[in-house]
């Protein structure tokens, strides 16, 4: 019994030996569109909005249904429920530019902390942020309406809660 035993041990170990080899395939990776990651990356930007800028740093244009190897600018539109992104490659699948607009997302908390500075007791009825990149920088804007009883304001601020 304890040859069987001690057998059915040192079977299960080889066993598991081999089966902590895997293989996989070769990938290449690129690093294409790193200046338009770098340059829209803000680290209080909602998780949706974050994720929607990653699918356009990682689109594949060359394998798209309508690349066509003859034109040199593409613009491709990325849509989630609260937000969309107009994005314009070139032929090489290099981010040119982005306009990109998200309506009712979480502040950031300088901007959040700069309105309720600047107006106590105001409630933010609603908020759109709006993204510009061009060929490696980027401006962020937030429109922000504001409500208090039945006075509504408008109110612009720059990423870094500054009103402009």
Do not use: C, H
């Not at 933010?124 to 510009?132: E, G, S, T």
């Amino acid at each position: 019994m304890k040859k069987l035993i001690l057998g059915l041990l040192i079977f299960g170990l080889a066993s598991q030996v081999n089966a902590q080899i895997i293989e996989l395939e070769a990938i290449e990776i690129t690093a294409t569109n790193y200046k338009y990651l770098n340059a829209v990356d803000s680290k209080e930007v909602p998780v949706p909005v974050k994720m929607l800028e990653k699918k356009v740093a990682e689109f594949d244009l060359k394998n798209a249904d309508f690349y066509i190897d003859e034109y040199d600018l593409y613009e491709v539109r990325f849509f989630i429920p609260n937000g969309k992104i107009l994005a314009a490659y070139d032929k090489e699948g290099k981010v040119i530019r982005t306009v990109e607009r998200f309506e009712n997302v979480k502040l950031p908390a300088m901007v959040s902390l700069a309105i309720t500075e600047r107006f106590p007791g105001w409630t933010i009825k609603k908020d759109v942020y709006r993204v510009n990149y061009y060929d490696g920088d980027s401006t962020r804007e937030y429109k922000v309406i504001l409500t208090k009883g039945d006075e509504t304001r408008r109110v612009k601020l720059d990423g870094y809660g500054k009103f402009l």
